[in-house]
């Protein structure tokens, strides 16, 4: 069964900073990454997605892949404080509407005005 | 953007009680999943359907059954609840003509077992 990591649990940043969160992945067969945003007492909402090697940006947001070391991230460019949320990662096997995806822990991010 | 609504918000019943969480998404998407979601653990699927009549088992089943009635209506139902079904349920939906996997969520449902 797939096995998704997210580091670090929690990180505190000051606002403007460059914020980087981290995702591996067991099954190297995946095809599609994702992360998810959950602010406070909300539900959890896409961010962005990824389906091969190599990087994709959108607006301050950033997701490196990495299939060879089963890793993805997401780099967050001039923090803000409403960028303080829980982040989760996401994966799965297959690359369309039913495909499994499987949740990491999740990193919980405060940015500081 | 879809529109995914769910009911109770907030439930309490005892060990051994019924509960049904009801899920309604309102743009007309194949597939529905639930999750469950507690601290550490990120969200876990229990079960998914992509259609009316249809059932898909998840990753942590045990303890809950599901049903999909119509495109629209999915149910999550815990037939004897117990003290490790605590916790904060969420419905989704997604479309299955769109590439990717992309989840859309409802405000989720919490459930204290006691």
């Known amino acids: 069964q797939q096995k998704v990591q997210q580091s670090p649990e929690s990180l505190i940043v000051p606002e403007g900073a460059m914020t980087s969160l981290n995702c591996t992945f067991s099954?190297?067969?995946?095809?599609?990454f994702a992360w998810y945003r959950q602010h406070s007492g909300k539900a959890p909402k896409a961010l962005m997605s990824i389906f091969s090697n190599g990087e994709k940006e959108e607006g301050r947001f950033t997701i490196h892949l990495n299939k060879a070391s089963l890793h993805f991230s997401l780099h967050i460019r001039d923090s803000q404080p409403s960028d303080s949320a829980l982040y989760l990662c996401?994966?799965?096997?297959?690359?369309?509407?039913?495909?499994?995806?499987?949740f990491g822990g999740g990193t919980r991010l405060t940015v500081r005005p | 953007e879809a529109a995914v609504t769910q009911s109770p918000r907030n439930k309490v019943t005892v060990t051994g009680g019924n509960v049904t969480l009801s899920c309604r998404q309102t743009n007309s998407h194949n597939y529905m999943y639930w999750y469950r979601q507690d601290t550490g653990h990120g969200l876990r699927l229990i079960h998914y359907?992509?259609?009316?009549?249809?059932?898909q088992i998840g990753d942590v089943p045990d303890g809950y059954k599901a049903t999909r009635t119509t495109q629209e209506d999915f149910f999550l139902l815990l037939e004897l609840a117990s003290p490790s079904q605590t916790s904060l349920y969420f419905c989704?939906?997604?479309?299955?003509?769109?590439?990717?996997?992309?989840?859309?969520f409802g405000e989720g449902s919490r459930l204290i077992v006691v």
């Open positions: 359907s992509y259609g009316a009549g249809n059932l």
């Open positions: 989704a939906s997604s479309d299955a003509r769109a590439s990717g996997n992309t989840l859309y």
């Open positions: 099954d190297s067969a995946s095809q599609y």
């Open positions: 996401a994966v799965s096997i297959g690359n369309n509407a039913g495909a499994k995806l499987t």
